[in-house]
């Protein structure tokens, strides 16, 4: 079983419409993050919930919403795409915020959904 | 501005050489970590370091943070083509969220 799963992995689009990317992990994390990496493989945090609370909003577009139904999902939301989007989208897990602050813990990485709009 | 900075950016080099990349940040961290990331995959997590000066070995890799925890390297011994990758720090300062480096894109030439 696959600990981090997103889908879809890849996503073409047009420029205007709205997309979304689904993320599931079944280990028991508290924690879910989404990372954006771009064509030169920097990878930035985006958000992060810890048992469905958002507790990290970077400088990101109001366009871009993540949604946590319960702790094991976290979904992410594009409106209104446009060609700057275009990047590979990975969601990720860690036990608990704190545990990765003190670096006891690690963040266990999806597959990533690349993203291309047209 | 980018709090670490990975040298070099990129990397090719023969089967069985050895090498050494670097992970500089003029910040102080509380840990560090090394990622592995492989095309069409995430990043997976090869070590944490928290103490400065620690050294941790992991087969052929040997990883080392700074005395002043504001950097680490990355060595490996008689590379093979499975080291092929990219290769990513991570440090979490504080209270503050774990930030990613640059990147060192590693290619091992059979």
């Known amino acids: 079983d696959t600990a981090v799963s997103q889908t879809p992995k890849y996503l073409v689009t047009q420029m205007g419409n709205d997309k979304s990317i689904k993320c599931e992990q079944n280990?028991?994390?508290?924690?879910m993050y989404w990372y954006k990496q771009d064509s030169k493989k920097f990878l930035k945090i985006m958000f992060s919930?810890?048992?469905?609370?958002?507790?990290i909003n970077e400088t990101v577009p109001n366009r871009f919403s993540p949604k946590s139904p319960d702790k094991a999902h976290l979904n992410l939301h594009i409106n209104s795409l446009e060609l700057g989007d275009s990047a590979v989208y990975f969601c990720a897990s860690s036990q608990d915020f704190d545990r990765v602050r003190s670096g006891a813990n690690v963040l266990t990485f999806g597959a990533g959904s690349r993203l291309t709009v047209l | 501005t980018q709090l670490l900075e990975q040298s070099p950016q990129f990397l090719s080099i023969q089967e069985g050489e050895n090498l050494t990349v670097y992970c500089n940040s003029s910040s102080v961290f509380s840990s560090l970590q090394w990622y592995r990331q492989e095309p069409g995959e995430g990043p997976v997590l090869l070590v944490t370091?928290?103490?400065?000066?620690e050294v941790k070995k992991l087969k052929r890799l040997t990883f080392q943070f700074g005395d002043a925890r504001k950097d680490s390297s990355l060595h490996i011994t008689a590379a093979q083509t499975g080291d092929t990758g990219l290769y990513l720090c991570?440090?979490?300062?504080?209270?503050?969220?774990?930030?990613f480096g640059t990147g060192t894109r590693l290619t091992i030439i059979p």
């Open positions: 370091v928290v103490t400065g000066g």
């Open positions: 919930y810890n048992n469905k609370e958002l507790i």
């Open positions: 280990l028991g994390h508290d924690t």
């Open positions: 991570a440090g979490a300062r504080g209270n503050e969220k774990l930030t």
